[in-house]
């Protein structure tokens, strides 16, 4: 009888990584499955998840990962290059691949098999699987909240004896996952919310929340075929800077999400912009990871401009980690789903799920980006 499939959890070794990759009830579901599950102490600690809870699910609970582990998750197991690799196995993970070259090599130098979860192709049978998403509605949402507590003004309109104060304006740019639910967010909180999108298809959706759309005139090409913006052409978007400019001086409050997958955040809110804003105005540049849509944001802090904060987060889905372990957790599910039958490992390359996530197999590129 064959030896059963080993799925290790990794612990995560940024510290501002508060996630997880898998949490104690989707475990369960893999150990029925007729997997073998083992998780590297604390992995689940700062998620809100302990050993025990593991444990009682039929993980095992080890320092680090056995040399029999066959699959390891993780939210970035790219990170770090302290990081510890078991040979030959296959890793799933959100990475850096196509910016950073350092994932290639340590898959090459490990024999490492790699299905990345950025790499999840956007069609209906993919959505369960699709962390990209998932993390983003929550990136959104917090986003809204930051507005919320850090605003020196309700968001609401609000009619009390002293007489009547206007609702807070609050410009959300980009409307993507992250977008709309920051839309959402600040929406229900009460405030005059308008979303910006180059893509004229947004429109609807942002209407639909409630909120007022704006967008430049903008090629019928603006995004490309898997519903993502397309970058842009050096006229077009001096044009959007412009465009955008006389509504972020209006606003109390900006929320930034716009991003092109595998390229930098496009540029959409210039320093000089930023001088115009209200005294007290605040910017949430979620697009802060990659590079930022705001000239002034720095990656993981808080700097004022004039009178106007510019908050630059390095990792919104980490700060509400239970919920975004869990979600991303699922995905992670789904994926292994895919990929066991009877009890075996079957990395289909006939599945386009399979074909598009697997960028490396056995240290090998698949595929060029």
């Given at each position: 009888m064959s030896e059963k499939i080993t799925v290790g959890i990794l612990r995560e070794n940024d510290t501002l990584e508060n996630r997880v990759s898998l949490v104690p009830k989707d475990v369960k579901l893999l150990i029925q499955m007729g997997l073998s599950v083992e998780l590297e102490t604390g992995a689940g600690e700062k998620a809100g998840f302990l050993n025990s809870q593991y444990e009682d699910a039929g993980a095992k609970v080890s320092m680090k990962l056995s040399n029999s582990t066959n699959v390891i998750t993780s939210i970035n197991a790219f990170s770090s290059k302290d990081n510890k690799y078991v040979k030959d196995s296959l890793?799933?993970?959100?990475?850096?691949?196509?910016?950073?070259?350092?994932?290639?090599?340590?898959?090459?130098?490990?024999?490492?098999?790699?299905?990345a979860m950025e790499f999840v192709p956007r069609i209906a049978r993919a959505q369960k699987l699709d962390s990209l998403s998932s993390q983003a509605s929550i990136a959104g949402y917090k986003a809204g909240?930051?507005?919320?507590?850090?605003?020196?003004?309700?968001?609401?309109?609000m009619m009390t004896a002293a007489g009547t104060i206007p609702p807070a304006k609050v410009l959300v740019l980009g409307?993507?996952?992250?977008?709309?639910?920051?839309?959402?967010?600040?929406?229900?909180?009460?405030?005059?919310?308008?979303?910006y999108d180059i893509r004229l298809a947004a429109g609807e959706q942002i209407r639909s929340l409630g909120a007022k759309f704006i967008s430049d005139e903008v090629p019928e090409d603006s995004e490309v075929k898997d519903g993502y913006a397309k970058e842009q052409s050096e006229e077009n978007q001096k044009s959007q800077l412009e465009f955008i400019k006389e509504h972020i001086i209006k606003s109390d409050a900006v929320i930034s999400t716009a991003a092109i997958p595998g390229r930098p955040a496009p540029r959409l809110i210039e320093q000089k912009t930023v001088e115009l804003m209200k005294p007290g105005?605040?910017?949430?540049?979620?697009?802060?990871?990659?590079g930022g849509n705001c000239e002034?944001?720095?990656?993981?802090?808080?700097?004022?401009?004039?009178?106007?904060?510019?908050?630059?987060?390095?990792?919104?889905?980490?700060?509400?980690?239970?919920d975004a372990s869990t979600v991303y957790s699922k995905n992670i599910l789904s994926l292994i789903e895919l990929l066991i039958k009877d009890e075996k490992m079957d990395i289909n390359l006939q599945d386009e799920i399979i074909d598009a996530m697997l960028v490396i197999e056995k240290g090998k590129k698949r595929i060029g980006v």
């Amino acid at each position: 009888m064959s030896e059963k499939i080993t799925v290790g959890i990794l612990r995560e070794n940024d510290t501002l990584e508060n996630r997880v990759s898998l949490v104690p009830k989707d475990v369960k579901l893999l150990i029925q499955m007729g997997l073998s599950v083992e998780l590297e102490t604390g992995a689940g600690e700062k998620a809100g998840f302990l050993n025990s809870q593991y444990e009682d699910a039929g993980a095992k609970v080890s320092m680090k990962l056995s040399n029999s582990t066959n699959v390891i998750t993780s939210i970035n197991a790219f990170s770090s290059k302290d990081n510890k690799y078991v040979k030959d196995s296959l890793v799933i993970s959100t990475t850096n691949f196509r910016t950073d070259n350092k994932v290639a090599d340590i898959c090459k130098k490990n024999n490492l098999s790699l299905l990345a979860m950025e790499f999840v192709p956007r069609i209906a049978r993919a959505q369960k699987l699709d962390s990209l998403s998932s993390q983003a509605s929550i990136a959104g949402y917090k986003a809204g909240l930051i507005v919320a507590n850090s605003l020196n003004k309700y968001l609401p309109l609000m009619m009390t004896a002293a007489g009547t104060i206007p609702p807070a304006k609050v410009l959300v740019l980009g409307a993507g996952v992250a977008g709309l639910q920051a839309i959402a967010t600040v929406k229900r909180l009460g405030a005059e919310v308008t979303g910006y999108d180059i893509r004229l298809a947004a429109g609807e959706q942002i209407r639909s929340l409630g909120a007022k759309f704006i967008s430049d005139e903008v090629p019928e090409d603006s995004e490309v075929k898997d519903g993502y913006a397309k970058e842009q052409s050096e006229e077009n978007q001096k044009s959007q800077l412009e465009f955008i400019k006389e509504h972020i001086i209006k606003s109390d409050a900006v929320i930034s999400t716009a991003a092109i997958p595998g390229r930098p955040a496009p540029r959409l809110i210039e320093q000089k912009t930023v001088e115009l804003m209200k005294p007290g105005s605040i910017i949430v540049d979620v697009s802060a990871p990659f590079g930022g849509n705001c000239e002034c944001t720095k990656l993981g802090e808080i700097i004022t401009v004039n009178d106007t904060k510019v908050y630059g987060p390095s990792n919104l889905p980490s700060e509400m980690a239970f919920d975004a372990s869990t979600v991303y957790s699922k995905n992670i599910l789904s994926l292994i789903e895919l990929l066991i039958k009877d009890e075996k490992m079957d990395i289909n390359l006939q599945d386009e799920i399979i074909d598009a996530m697997l960028v490396i197999e056995k240290g090998k590129k698949r595929i060029g980006v």
